[in-house]
């Protein structure tokens, strides 16, 4: 795979590959170890499941199927007006004068954006399991911070 030379055209968007896939799959699986386990109930054991009992599972298979759609639409977007930043459910707009520095500290599992002295914002689109994906990742949006600094 050839580097990227300087910074991408905008507006680009950034988004973990292995936390999409892991998300997709565990979902699948979710679903589909409930339902296996459903059907292999004999009908004594499914007459005998009340409604809360239904419910219940159902609740848990719809929460963990919200977070992992959580993780899977983490995203990092650099437009010509600033940085969009969606961590999970939340999304923050960021003028570029509002960006700092773009550190990626040995070991994390995401970068993170340096917006003051203390304020650090996870970039939760960029996972350090993705490998070489994640750095061309940070050269990138290193690259389109630089060029933006005011």
């Known amino acids: 795979m050839a580097e990227p030379q300087g910074a991408p055209a905008l ?14 799959v565990f979902g699948v699986f979710l679903v589909g170890a409930f339902a ?20 219940t599972v159902i609740g848990i298979i719809l929460f963990g199927l919200v977070l992992m759609n959580g993780l899977a639409r983490s995203r990092v977007t650099a437009r010509a007006e ?35 002295e203390d304020e ?12 070489q994906r994640a ?3 940070i050269r990138e949006l290193r690259a389109v911070v630089a060029e933006h600094k005011v």
Request: aromatic share 12%; glycine share 12%.
């Open 36 to 55: 296996w386990l459903w059907v292999g109930f004999d009908q004594e054991t499914k007459d005998s499941v009340g409604f809360l009992q239904k419910a």
């Open 120 to 131: 650090k914002l996870s970039l939760m689109g960029i996972h350090s399991s993705d490998g």
């Open 135 to 137: 750095a061309i990742a």
């Open 11 to 24: 507006p680009r968007t950034w988004r973990p590959f292995g936390p999409r896939m892991a998300a997709a």
């Open 82 to 116: 600033g940085l969009t930043v969606v961590n999970g459910y939340r999304k923050r707009e960021l003028a570029w004068s509002e960006v700092g520095a773009v550190r990626f500290p040995q070991g994390a599992p995401w970068p993170h954006l340096l917006q003051g």
